[in-house]
């Protein structure tokens, strides 16, 4: 082994972590807040109907008033009470069905064979007769709304199809509906409406926004996935073991309750947004995402009906316990009382169910070509971690750039969206500064694709059923090689509400169009309650905060923030049983703040012990030698072997730096894969491994190597140690688990990805 190989394999064996601090300090880019504005305008979403005003321009209102052929439209919008809104000042979006497509609608709700009495009689959806005045008030209000968005969607935005999957559009009700291209190169809403093609009948600019002709009333599913999957044929097999393992009612969930008390919704104190009213939402919907298998490629495995089902979960888990380690006194049963969690048919099914709710496009960041947050460098994949309702599981869900053949990458060539695909040495590298040889990272599990066609995004009031095209399975090979790897897991993909009330992956504009007093989108502030995962010692909500989609160096350009007297801990997600170096990221800065961790198997603070010793996030300022002896950090332009040796120094300090894979968003020019060292250090500002800009690159902490449990919940600690210091913060943005035993790889290092 060559000396620098021998060096650079001791440097990657660090732990690091990262914590991301407030966004406010992070220096964003005004060319990207002017961009947002430009696309996506927001407005006051209740505005005042007294403050009207004079246009010179047709408003909404006075165009629909003036088409005939929206005429009933009108009627929905008049006793939606939402007709004098429309002549009020903001910046809609409203999608104007034609009166053909609201006397279909009307007629598919008054004649729905669904909408039946116990006796099997037709109820009409409470409908009184066939027409628009038979609908109700609340229906009405309901089709209002969903066709208006308190923000600017325009056709351009509606036609781009991201890379997961259709696009998802807010709307004034709260719900989302997709946006996708149909194969004649037309906009589909809804899976169903078609936005006009012709030049003059869509983006029809008006004083308060623009307005788009549609054919159809976009459809609006208010069915629970429970209700909803009963009516999918094609998931017959797959339903009735649903019903079976008594999962059904807990499909029927769609919000939760919280206490609303929130000490205040303001930004930092000390920074400028310090007197910003910020976005705080005001219920907590539940949603869940459900993988399934539909009949054709169940019938593809031998799955014609439940008992071949069952025969087959007999097969897959029968010797579970061998790789997955159930709590003392639990057993696997293949018999069949279907409803016990270690039954084989309902850990089947259970591993299917994510308690978070995403459209394909929500279920990593995927790439988007208008997005200028997607902040992927130099390669660097979209994949994410998710808890499944199989206790104590993760699934990794993967989004690979690049398609590998013979051996060799093929760049940019952009593929599906994967379950527990696994690459070989998949986070370890044989090469100073890249990835690594392909031929040394070959794809050995291809994994389970994801639809995202028609199969796919298929939507309930409560969440998204996904068709996948092979049977999905917790077995050997998830713990021992899937997961066998740094365990890069996100905020966004622990707290689960984020993303099922559309705060994830939101835009600074989206989160401003919900806001009830128009303020910046740029922040969500939360109940102390709000989160399952979350837990605050002090009863409040210490400051707590999710900076969404924005020129962060943050992964996935977003972050959870906190600030002042903050004490909380969160839920670390479940990894198979061993040990673990724990990392977190963060940018060193001034107003960072001074914090212990401590971990734990249950919230109760007294049961925690302390990772190490305190913590300084004010470290490392460059142009102070004690922080830089304290750390061993070294710019860029100090050292000429690509920071390997630095990294080693480092790494005895217990830090690290930021992998090479993201940078902020308006940064990352470099997308495609590095082929050597000299792409990085020749371009230090397009990653956040040498990005300098703030003094230091971004750095990670290791606070320590600990024996994980696969059968134990576990919280990890952050509590601020001078809480008197109130404009002091710091920021929770992704934290890495390692198995030591990937750290400890005799042949390859870890990490620079």
Not at 58 to 69: H, K, L, M
Not at 225 to 230: A, D, G, P, Q, Y
Not at 713 to 736: K, M, Q, V
Request: charged share 20%; net charge negative; with cysteine.
């Amino acid at each position: 082994m060559s000396v620098l190989h021998n060096i650079f394999r001791h440097v990657v064996k660090g732990i690091s972590g990262r914590n991301y601090l407030l966004p406010s300090l992070y220096g964003r880019g005004l060319g990207v807040g002017l961009l947002c504005l430009s696309l996506f305008s927001s407005c006051n979403k209740e505005p005042d109907e007294s403050d009207l005003y004079t246009f010179t321009g047709q408003t909404i209102q006075e165009f629909v008033e003036g088409d005939d052929n929206l005429s009933l439209f009108r009627q929905i919008l008049e006793r939606a009470n939402l007709w004098a809104e429309m002549r009020t000042y903001g910046q809609y979006t409203c999608y104007a069905p034609s009166n053909e497509g609201v006397i279909a609608y009307v007629d598919s709700l008054w004649n729905d064979p669904k909408s039946t009495d116990d006796n099997g009689n037709l109820v009409h959806n409470g409908m009184t007769e066939n027409s628009v005045e038979g609908l109700t008030d609340q229906q009405c209000k309901e089709i209002a709304k969903y066709h208006i968005s308190t923000m600017t969607y325009l056709y351009a935005n509606l036609s781009e199809t991201s890379s997961a999957g259709a696009n998802e559009v807010f709307t004034y009700l709260g719900q989302t509906f997709s946006s996708e291209i149909c194969n004649d190169g037309s906009v589909r809403l809804g899976g169903s409406a078609i936005v006009d093609k012709d030049n003059d009948r869509h983006d029809i600019e008006l004083a308060n926004g623009y307005l788009h002709y549609i054919n159809k009333v976009i459809p609006r599913n208010t069915q629970t996935i429970n209700e909803m999957m009963k009516n999918l044929t094609q998931y017959k097999v797959f339903y009735e073991a649903l019903d079976k393992t008594g999962l059904l009612p807990l499909l029927s969930k769609t919000s939760k309750e919280f206490d609303n008390a929130i000490d205040n919704n303001h930004g930092r104190p000390g920074s400028s947004w310090a007197s910003t009213e910020f976005y705080v939402p005001a219920e907590c919907k539940v949603r869940y995402t459900v993988f399934a298998e539909d009949s054709a490629t169940m019938a593809a495995n031998g799955i014609r009906s439940f008992a071949d089902l069952k025969a087959k979960c007999i097969e897959w888990y029968k010797d579970a316990e061998n790789w997955y380690p159930l709590p003392d006194g639990e057993k696997v049963s293949t018999g069949d009382d279907y409803t016990y969690t270690y039954n084989v048919v309902n850990m089947f099914v259970r591993y299917h169910i994510l308690k978070a709710g995403m459209a394909t496009s929500k279920l990593l960041f995927g790439y988007n070509a208008s997005n200028v947050n997607w902040n992927f460098a130099f390669g660097g994949e979209p994949f994410d971690y998710y808890e499944t309702l199989l206790p104590h599981t993760l699934m990794k869900i993967w989004q690979p750039l690049y398609q590998r053949e013979n051996g060799e990458v093929a760049s940019g060539s952009r593929t599906g969206i994967f379950i527990n695909r696994f690459r070989q040495h998949n986070t370890l590298t044989d090469e100073v500064g890249t990835m690594g040889k392909a031929q040394t990272h070959q794809v050995l599990i291809p994994g389970i694709l994801v639809y995202t066609d028609s199969r796919s995004n298929i939507k309930a009031l409560n969440g998204y059923v996904h068709g996948i095209n092979g049977m999905l399975v917790y077995s050997a090979d998830v713990p021992q090689k899937v997961l066998n790897e740094r365990l890069r897991i996100d905020t966004g993909s622990m707290l689960y509400e984020l993303a099922n009330n559309d705060i994830r992956f939101a835009t600074e504009a989206e989160i401003a169009s919900k806001n009830l007093n128009g303020s910046a989108g740029t922040m969500t502030r939360f109940p102390v309650d709000y989160f399952d995962n979350l837990y605050s010692f002090t009863g409040t909500s210490s400051g707590i905060s999710w900076y969404t989609q924005g020129a962060w160096r943050a992964w996935e350009a977003d972050q959870l923030s906190f600030w002042g007297a903050y004490d909380f801990a969160v839920k670390l997600p479940s990894v198979p049983t061993g040990d673990y170096e724990l990392r977190v990221i963060y940018p060193p800065m001034a107003n960072s703040g001074l914090m212990q961790y401590f971990i734990g198997t249950s919230r109760n603070a007294a049961s925690m012990q302390p990772l190490g010793v305190p913590f300084d996030a004010r470290y490392p300022n460059s142009a102070l030698d004690a922080d830089r002896d304290a750390t061993g950090y070294m710019l860029s332009n100090e050292f000429s072997d690509y920071g390997v040796a630095s990294d080693l120094v480092m790494r005895n300090h217990s830090y690290m730096r930021a992998p090479a894979s993201f940078s902020r968003g308006t940064y990352n020019s470099i997308k495609e894969r590095a082929t050597s060292a000299d792409q990085l250090i020749q371009t230090v500002s397009n990653c956040c491994r040498y990005e300098e800009g703030y003094g230091t690159s971004m750095m990670r902490r290791i606070l320590g190597t600990i024996h994980l449990d696969q059968r134990n919940d576990y919280w990890l600690r952050l509590r601020n140690l001078i809480p008197e210091e109130t404009t002091l913060g710091g920021s929770f943005d992704f934290l890495e688990l390692v198995p030591t035993t990937v750290i400890n790889d005799a042949t390859m290092t870890e990490d620079w990805y």
